[in-house]
């Protein structure tokens, strides 16, 4: 099939997308207090209405389903293609050069939270549908974009959506990169924790401990509030600039509390815990600089272990839980929120695993080692690995559309990332990041580039031509 006036009408549609992803990324929506019809927040609220009246007026059936995600119809048929993508965002954290809800534009680039993960890619298939409708292409089966509002801290949006809708009968979620992601890594986060004796006694108590606020972040601060028995607040600075010299990018500073207190603070960078070898963990670091201050009373040993067992690795080796394969990678692990409160200490893991590994040997494997240190090990939550063969249908067929679309080499690729492909069956993750280009998910900075953002919506518009126009043979 000639796509070429397809193609006339995605060029035509850039002024008017460009406006509509900065007006979408200008809703902070990351996960606050639910309110009615608002389970996720009122923030996340605003960007679902926003979504659904951009839709309607774009001539498209929207369908509310329950302030959880909504979803946005073209025809009908004996089956249905899905795209699954999704409003929410992870907090903006610190670091940032650009407003991170602007949407400024510099060098081509638009910047703010949500760009790449994942408001800009659910335009791109929004305005996908919105071409092949203008272009008049003939579907055999029906398309149902659905946008979720919980992708970000557990998915339980796509569950409830699960629970009201049939969910489609294939598709891809554009959350991802192109060419083809078949193979997403299997998660689990678990918790490493401990009762302390409290801090009575030490030559340097800890009296509290804060780093993080989402397990699937590196974080980039870590703070630690201790004591100064002996010891002066710019003495304990000095101590801090040692250890910084003698440590590739630690960045460390005390604050003088008053009352024989201070503040120590670790700077890192954030990243996507699937790609946490791209950040620098804050928390990891002040655990290895209270380590060799000799710091904590009943924390210590805790805090030795910590540092020791996790430090700023990204591979779970010396936790004891390092695992690859072949066709999906290696292990990496993040230590993506760290608290204590005088008494009780814990560090949270997102642990991205690959097919080969096992929840319940690592779980153990990891118990064994902490152990030592009267550490526990509990599982939070936990998924599979998602495997769709590279010889499905639906793998074959989009390698194809973006090798015809791009001329580039169309492969397949797994990731440690978790996408919404694996809530509705013979689904992958597909676009609309291009090979070889930063990725800022997650991290200060972020930006999608307008020139590949219009070749992602290119690639999906013939995506939806080919697949939902049963043009690719079984």
Known sequence: MNYENLDRIVDSLKDEMVRDIQRWVSVPSVQGEPAENAPFGKEVRRALDMAMADAKNYGFEVRDVDGYACDI??????????????????????????????????DGKIFGRGTTDDKGPALCALYAMRAVKEAGIPLKDGVRLILGCDEETGMTDMHYYASKYKMPDYGFSPDAEFPVINIEKGGLNMVLSKVTGGEEGADMPVYSLYSGERPNVVPAVAKAVVGLKGMTASELSEKLAAIAAE????????????????????????????MAELGVNAAGMLLITLKKLNAGGG?????????????????????????EDELSGKLTCNLG??????????????????????????????????????MAVTRESGRQPHHIPAEHKIVRGLLKVYHDVTGNEAYTI????????????????FGPGMPGE?????????????????????????????LAGGLIED
């Open 337 to 374: 929120i760290l608290r204590y409160d005088g008494v009780n200490i814990s560090a949270l893991l997102d642990i991205r695993f690959p097919i080969c590994g096992d929840q319940a040997t690592m779980l153990g494997q990891a118990a064994m080692t902490v152990s030592k240190a009267g």
């Open 438 to 466: 930063m990725d800022l998910c997650h991290m200060p900075d972020e930006f999608i580039k307008i020139d590949s953002m219009m070749v992602g919506v290119k690639v999906f518009a013939h995506a939806i031509a080919e």
């Open 414 to 429: 797994a990731i440690g990332g978790g996408t919404y492909s694996r809530m509705m069956p013979n689904t992958v993750a």
């Open 73 to 106: 119809s073209l025809g009908s048929g004996e089956q249905t293609m899905g795209m699954l993508c999704h409003l929410d965002v992870v907090p903006a954290g610190d670091g940032w050069k650009h407003d991170p809800w602007g949407g400024e534009i510099e």
């Open 299 to 323: 924390s210590k040993e805790a805090i030795a272990m910590l540092a020791d067992c996790i430090g700023m690795e990204y591979d779970g080796k010396s936790l004891g839980i390092f695992c």
């Open 247 to 274: 440590n590739e990018n630690f960045k460390l500073e005390a604050n003088d509390l008053g009352d024989g207190k201070a503040e120590i603070i670790a700077h890192g960078k954030n990243a996507h815990a699937a």
